[in-house]
């Protein structure tokens, strides 16, 4: 009979490790297998019910699945064109709007004065539909690209401001203790404490302000836009091109999950080199 202290001889803490691993990764990759079967399952479904429906309906109202692909295969080189002059302007009011957040996130974060001031101002701004801004930003800015910008950046300035907030004073007042035993000064704090603690909620924050500023830029050339992915729909609308307009939105919809994919992904490296792995909830803005 083997005896505990046999046991303990016996036994491999890495060979456990190894095999604990393993098995983790096996059940990860089966989840991923799972998850992409039935996304595959959901896009044919989605499509089937849209093809039985476009075939009991007219073209001008549903077009079906393959006329709305050649018409975009036909007007993929226009459709890039246009989708880079959108993904310019959403990207420059993510940086612009992003940044804004992010600063005045640190203020009012330090700050319960600065709140109290500018919160109502913060507040108003967002609470006022940014359709109806956009012509006030052209009658400003021109009709150049500056106007969509603005839009964009405006958008995109609520959800980091708040994830800042909310990640710079969501902290264990035990850590704070220890910086403070240990000698560490103001910044070092920020910096090597509240910042890093922080890091989940403002990668989160700015992953939703990315996409909130592609429909910031979007609204900007509905209102006023010669260029763009939504300057093209209302010039499919207006010539009744219908296959193409659903073209153009599936475009838009897919240039959104590619940044939103690009973003996540940036947000899974920082916080992997980070030692961390925390889902948390972003403030969620109705534009």
Do not use: C
Request: charged share 15%.
């Amino acid at each position: 009979m083997t005896t505990h202290k046999e046991m303990l001889d016996e036994f491999d803490p890495r060979a456990a490790v190894d095999a604990i691993s393993a098995r983790r990764l096996h059940v990860e990759r089966r989840e991923a297998v799972i998850r992409w079967v039935l996304r595959a399952l959901v896009t044919v479904g989605f499509v089937a019910v849209w093809q039985y429906l476009a075939s009991r309906s007219s073209p001008l109202l549903l077009p079906e699945p393959y006329e709305v692909w050649t018409a975009t295969w036909e007007k993929r080189t226009f459709i890039v064109k246009e989708g880079w002059v959108t993904l310019q302007e959403g990207l420059f009011g993510a940086l612009y709007g992003g940044s804004g957040g992010f600063f005045a996130g640190i203020l009012i974060a330090h700050s319960r004065r600065a709140e109290a001031i500018l919160n109502p101002f913060i507040i108003a701004s967002q609470s006022v539909p940014k359709v109806a801004l956009a012509p006030l930003f052209v009658v400003w800015l021109g009709f150049g690209t500056a106007p969509k910008i603005a839009v964009a950046a405006l958008i995109s300035f609520f959800p980091l401001l708040e994830n800042t907030v909310v990640g710079l004073r969501r902290i264990d007042p035990a850590f704070v203790k220890l910086f403070r035993a240990s000698g560490a000064s103001t910044w070092q704090m920020f910096w090597k404490l509240r910042l890093v603690n922080a890091a989940p909620y403002i990668l989160t924050g700015a992953r939703i302000s990315l996409l909130y500023s592609l429909l910031g830029a979007i609204v900007g050339e509905f209102i006023a836009g010669n260029r763009g992915l939504g300057a093209a729909i209302l010039d499919a609308q207006g010539l009744f091109k219908t296959q193409l307009m659903f073209g153009l939105i599936m475009s838009l919809t897919m240039l959104g999950i590619l940044l939103y994919g690009l973003a996540r992904g940036i947000e899974t490296i920082v916080l992997r080199r980070l030692h961390m792995n925390v889902q948390v909830d972003v403030t969620s803005v109705t534009p």
